[in-house]
């Protein structure tokens, strides 16, 4: 039975900060306690614990426009942040779990804003049919959360630009995201904002669980520890290091000949590289598959390593701008 509750608010725009803090909170809460964390990330695509990233979204335009790719623990789909997207944890011990109370608190902050909101059969939290609450879980070591994002005033072009996936053919391991229509709330109550929103959540965390809250501060926490869980969320080896093997391929016809450039993709660096093409240079494939083996799949590192081939320039451009196409 939840005896008290606590809020704390983020400060940081730090995917893995965020992501971090939002563990050590799970660590710390006690039984008969809950908490809720308010946070913000910007320019974030967040997949879930099992996702295969280039699957998800587009990797390399995200990085090249400065934004930040980054893995949860829980499951689910991928999903996108801004600044105009205010997130939540509810985080507590498996015994206080109660997932309906959870997303009461989201209904009636909707609700003080002459939103009509409802809870849907697949945990979700929708407004006129329309999604602007997704919703993930994660339960470990008798502890729990659940998460999720409010969408106030998303970029909903963003949404569409990084979350479709490589123009590419990609035959890949890993859950798939569920796209649904969805709503930005600021439609249904033009004077919202994250912050005004915050505020009525912590209001609602309050009237559904009948208690007041206390404010928990970020200085007060462990920092050591979130600091090493914020470098563990940026690593390479956690953004990609999943066992999930992929295979790439892209084709195009030039002057020159036809070309299909197949990759094999596993830990987020390719190990076998096949090319078949009907160019009348007989060195084409060799020196493509010699030059790609054993290198970082990013376009960076894509484009770096063709560029220092000795490839012809015509053909060699050629293919770099064949996978530019791919947006990888």
Known sequence: MIEKIAVCQGHSLDPYYNLALEEVLLNKVQQGECILYLWQNAN?????RNQNPWRECR???LE???GHLARRLSGGGAVYHDTGNLNFTFLCSDKDYNLQKHLSVIVEACRANGIAAEISGRNDVLAQGCKFSGNAFYHHGGKSYHHGTLMVDVNLEQVEHY???????LKAKGVASVRSRVINLRELAPSMTCKSLSKDMVSAFEKVYSLESK?????DLDSNAVEHLRQRNASKEWLYGRD???NFSCSERFPWGEIVLDLGIERGQINKVRVYTDSMDWQLAAILEQALTNIEFSMNQLFQTLTATELKPDIRQDIINLLAKQEI
Do not use: C, Y
């Open 244 to 246: 999930l093997p992929m």
């Open 59 to 61: 990797v390399g335009p």
């Open 64 to 66: 090249e426009d400065g």
């Open 215 to 219: 404010e928990l501060r970020i200085e």
């Open 44 to 48: 974030t695509v967040v997949i879930g």
């Open 163 to 169: 979350l479709s996936p490589s123009p590419a053919k």
